[in-house]
């Protein structure tokens, strides 16, 4: 017995060691092809807020342009090997569900991805820009912004990130309610609590200005709406295929 939980160990960690080395070579090699055939489209079209606000973009050292495009590279990297890495991850978690569970694997992945990509849109294409003039016009009259662009890079990935984590919330109350933690009658009943937390994870999240706060907290809340209608409908579908088992 000790030898079979033994190779059990082992088998498991292989397992994990090929999710890793799998998702780190994605990853790597779309930074390469990223670097080398798109850094110049993709730098324009990270810059565009900016662009379009008419601030312009320094550099203060001789390797920060080099490290930008590096870095914005494997930021685009992250997101497109990102369907990739949650199959890798889910895939690791596969033998350990039930038959009748693993065929929610096909709408997770795919529905994680979406999730994300549209947070991270939504952060780009709405709250970064009113962040940002909202962030400068508080600065103070009479002075002229000279960000370098390592900084800007940075602001905005760290920016755009917490937006396609959060979005991930209807995924989440789903599993949970599979799980049966958590079910749309508690979710509506605590709503008030739901409220408070979303309000603090945005101030956490967001910059030190209202209009962040409120453009990252408002999705969310309507998120959670949404989760409980389909939370509401899951543990209605869970309950009869519960009870065709037991037919």
Known sequence: ????????????????????????????????VIYGVFREHLLQFLLMPMEQMDIPLIYISMTEGFITQIKASFFAALIISLPIILWQLWSFILPALYQNEKKYLTLVVPGSFFLFILGVAFAYYMVFPLAVAFLIGISGEGLSPMIS???????????????????????????????????????????????????????????????????????????????????KIFSKKTENESEDIGQ
Request: overall charge positive.
């Open 1 to 32: 017995m000790s030898n079979e939980k033994s190779m059990s160990l082992v088998g498991h960690l292989e397992e994990l060691r090929r999710v890793i080395i799998v998702s780190v070579i994605s990853i790597i090699g779309f930074t390469i």
């Open 149 to 231: 662009i390592g900084k800007y890079l940075s602001f905005l990935i760290s920016f755009s990130l917490p937006f396609g984590i959060v979005f991930q919330l209807p995924l989440v109350i789903l599993l949970l309610t599979k799980l049966g933690i958590v079910n749309a009658e508690f979710l509506s009943k605590n709503r008030k609590y739901a409220l408070f937390a979303i309000v603090v994870i945005s101030a956490m999240l967001t910059p030190p200005d209202a209009i962040s706060l409120t453009l990252m907290a408002a999705p969310m809340l309507v998120l959670y709406e949404i989760s409980i209608i389909f939370s």
